[in-house]
């Protein structure tokens, strides 16, 4: 099994950044393709960002595009999502995965193998 840790969620007020970082552990491996999803309670999960394991490929919702930054250090073994000019509507628990999504399904949850335990994004008005 591969380990997700996320850190750095907290509370933010409007227009103000934060910066979110995942490590991986346990048997990890650094051709993955790495995600950053969240979800607010009674919603469901939704994509945010995917970066590819070379971290050349990158994609955003269109609801965090211009805002939020995905990128990732292999020595590290760690993926980052740095959200600047934060709305209340990014409120949620932000949950970090890994895979090998095929094209085409890089915001599909469902083609990511692990997951981090998630960290909670509060945006106040």
């Known amino acids: 099994q591969v380990q997700l840790v996320e850190s750095g969620g907290g509370l933010v007020q409007t227009g103000g950044s934060l910066s979110l970082s995942c490590a991986a552990s346990g048997r990890t491996f650094s051709n993955f393709a790495m995600a950053w999803f969240r979800q607010a309670p009674g919603k469901e999960r939704e994509f945010v960002a995917f970066?590819?394991?070379?971290?050349?490929?990158?994609d955003y919702a269109d609801s965090v595009k211009g805002r939020f930054t995905i990128s990732r250090d292999n020595a590290k073994n760690t993926v980052y999502l740095q959200m600047n000019s934060l709305k209340p509507e990014d409120t949620a628990v932000y949950y970090c995965?890994?895979?090998?999504?095929?094209?085409?399904?890089?915001?599909?949850?469902?083609?990511?193998?692990?997951w981090g335990q998630g960290t909670q994004v509060t945006v106040s008005s």
């Open positions: 970066i590819s394991w070379t971290g050349v490929t990158t």
């Open positions: 995965a890994t895979g090998n999504p095929g094209y085409g399904f890089t915001n599909m949850g469902s083609a990511y193998r692990y």
